[in-house]
Structure formats: structure tokens, C-alpha cells
């Protein structure tokens, strides 16, 4: 069974961090890219970061660049985003898909073909 499985999702207070992880089982990450994307209650789905299926190519939505890195580690079949300088504005449900590319392109929904099932990231004092 093809599976990604979120974790590392909690509570943190602005200015904090968070590092979240996506892991899959029943296939390998290595030939896909891999993004991730966050939803606010009451707002759309917005694709956040990617990354190719080298490592060798990232991208980053303009709310979260410079604060934010995505990363992947093939032996341990996993990507991590590392959140910092988190905002209240963060507060979300992050997932984790994988495209059906090996390329990012555009971060949208219908390129990425596995889904998580989302970690719930709040920010607030």
C-alpha cells in the first residue's frame, strides 16, 4: 500500500520552530517530487515548497520564503520541512504529496498524485 505519513505537527509560540517530516512507505521518494502544502480553516489549499526528485532543485511560495527549507534524505525514504520564524499566520493543516513528476513546476493540487493525511500546525502565544 502506497502511503505518506505527516508527523512533527504541534503547538508552538511565534518566533518559534518546527521541523515536519514526511515519510513513505509501500514505494520509494526517489523519482518523485515532493511538495508540501498547507490549509487555514475557511481558506484554499496553498502549495508551499517543493522539491525535485534529486534534491537538487527547491521551490518556495513567497509567504514562507527565507524562513522556511525543504529537504529530503533518500535513505531514510523522507523529506522534512523546517519551519522558523513561525507567525500565526502559519496555523494550518501541512500535507505532504508526491508529484507525478520528477520535477516541481507549478504547486498545484492536481500535479501531485499521493497525499498524506496532514499534520496540524498551530502558532500562537
Known amino acids: 500500500q502506497l502511503q505518506l505519513v505527516e508527523s512533527g505537527g504541534g503547538l508552538v509560540q511565534p518566533g518559534g520552530s518546527l521541523r515536519l517530516s514526511c515519510a513513505a512507505s509501500?514505494?520509494?521518494?526517489?523519482?518523485?517530487?515532493i511538495g508540501w502544502f498547507r490549509q487555514a480553516p475557511g481558506k484554499e489549499r496553498e502549495g508551499i515548497s517543493c522539491?525535485?526528485?534529486?534534491?537538487?532543485?527547491?521551490k518556495y511560495a513567497d509567504s514562507v520564503k527565507g524562513r522556511f527549507t525543504i529537504s529530503r534524505v533518500s535513505a531514510k525514504n523522507t523529506v522534512y520541512l523546517q519551519m522558523n520564524s513561525l507567525k500565526p499566520e502559519d496555523t494550518a493543516i501541512y500535507y505532504c504529496a508526491a508529484s507525478r513528476f520528477s520535477v516541481c513546476g507549478l504547486l498545484t493540487g492536481p500535479r501531485f498524485e499521493y497525499w498524506g493525511q496532514g499534520t496540524q500546525v498551530t502558532v500562537s502565544s
Open positions: 522539491i525535485d526528485s534529486s534534491g537538487g532543485s527547491t
Open positions: 509501500g514505494f520509494t521518494l526517489d523519482y518523485y517530487a
